[in-house]
């Protein structure tokens, strides 16, 4: 029998696979909830275990310890994924906007700062955060040398921003 993963299951691999999978998901989800997981992450990650399970189910021989495995590295990477994203959202709200007065600054620094391409807002970000270009690459799966490229506009376009709204203000406003 063909399985959606293009292998090639007898009808009995299928069934035993079949057997473990309702004798053991809710098993695994519970066990990722216990580790910490909200109910959503843990089910996302046994089932990423599960279909792992069922890409490679002639090979693995204990698939208990296969799938818990999987899981929790499923799971570790969503966290990695979810702390990065956090981080980043922090670093764009705190960080960015330190050097701005919180009362009379913060709004027209978030308005610069979402004025630029979402591309360039995420380099600058990461940027502000530490983060030098190679590690943005990383992070971002993006060339090091696109990642500079998106800095190097980002401050222009800030700089042209901010140099015309300093004008206007010291015309409104005098020196």
Avoid: N
């Avoid at 690459?137 to 921003?161: C, F, M, N």
């Amino acid at each position: 029998m063909t399985v959606e993963t293009g292998l090639r299951l007898s009808d009995e691999q299928l069934a035993e696979f079949c057997a473990y999978f309702e004798g053991d998901y809710r098993a695994v989800v519970g066990l990722l909830i216990r580790a910490g997981a909200s109910l959503g992450d843990a089910e996302d990650a046994a089932q990423e275990a599960m279909h792992a399970a069922l890409r490679q189910w002639p090979a693995i021989g204990q698939p208990k310890a296969f799938t818990r495995t999987v899981a929790f590295r499923a799971l570790y990477r969503a966290w990695g994924r979810a702390k990065r994203e956090s981080a980043l959202r922090q670093a764009t709200r705190d960080e960015v906007l330190a050097p701005f007065d919180a009362g009379q600054d913060a709004g027209r620094a978030l308005e610069l700062l979402r004025s630029l391409p979402a591309a360039q807002r995420l380099v600058f970000a990461l940027h502000v955060d530490g983060y030098e270009p190679a590690g943005i690459a990383e992070i971002t799966g993006q060339h090091p040398d696109t990642v500079r490229s998106h800095l190097r506009h980002a401050r222009r376009k800030l700089a042209r921003a901010l140099g015309a709204a300093a004008i206007r203000e010291a015309a409104t406003h005098g020196p």
